[in-house]
C-alpha cells in the first residue's frame, strides 16, 4: 500500500532569464515569488500559494514551455509500477524523481513527498497493490 497526490503544477519556461517568469507569474496570480539563494536558483523558484493548495514551481527548461504535475507519493517505485499499468510510460528516471508520460502525451513526474502536511492529510489516494488497482481515501 502507498500513498499518493497532486504536490505541484509546474510553470515549465522557456525563457533566457528566470526572473522574467518569476515576475510574471508573481504579478499575475498575486503570490510572492520565493527566490533561492542556492546554486540552482537561476533554473527554480516557486510562488507561496497557501499550504491547502498545490505547489506552484516556476522551471527555466530548453524545450517549449508548458505546466506539468509532480505527483508527490510515499513510495516512488510502487507509484511509477501503478501508473504504467494504467498506460503510462516512464521518460527518464532521475536520482530524485521519475518523468513520465500520459497517454494522453502529457509529461509529469513522480516526486517525494513535496507538502508538509502529505503524511497528516485527509486529501491523498491511498493504493492498494498495483495489481488490484484499488483506491481507498485516507480518512
Known amino acids: 500500500m502507498h500513498k499518493s497526490r497532486l504536490a505541484a503544477l509546474v510553470l515549465d519556461s522557456k525563457i533566457d532569464d528566470i526572473e522574467t517568469a518569476n515576475q510574471f507569474w508573481e504579478q499575475a496570480l498575486g503570490y510572492p515569488c520565493i527566490r533561492s539563494s542556492e546554486d540552482w536558483s537561476s533554473q527554480y523558484s516557486h510562488l507561496q500559494a497557501p499550504d491547502n493548495q498545490p505547489h506552484i514551481l516556476v522551471q527555466k527548461v530548453d524545450h517549449e514551455s508548458r505546466v506539468h504535475l509532480d505527483i508527490e507519493t510515499d513510495n516512488i517505485e510502487a507509484e511509477v509500477l501503478r501508473l ?10 532521475l536520482e530524485r524523481w521519475v518523468v513520465m508520460q500520459a497517454p494522453t ?30 483506491q481507498k481515501r485516507d480518512n
Open 105 to 134: 502525451g502529457h509529461r509529469f513526474c513522480v516526486v517525494n513527498p513535496q507538502r508538509k502536511d502529505f503524511e497528516s492529510s485527509g486529501s491523498v489516494n491511498v493504493w492498494e497493490s498495483s495489481d488490484t488497482q484499488e
Open 84 to 93: 504504467q499499468a494504467i498506460g503510462a510510460q516512464v521518460i527518464k528516471k
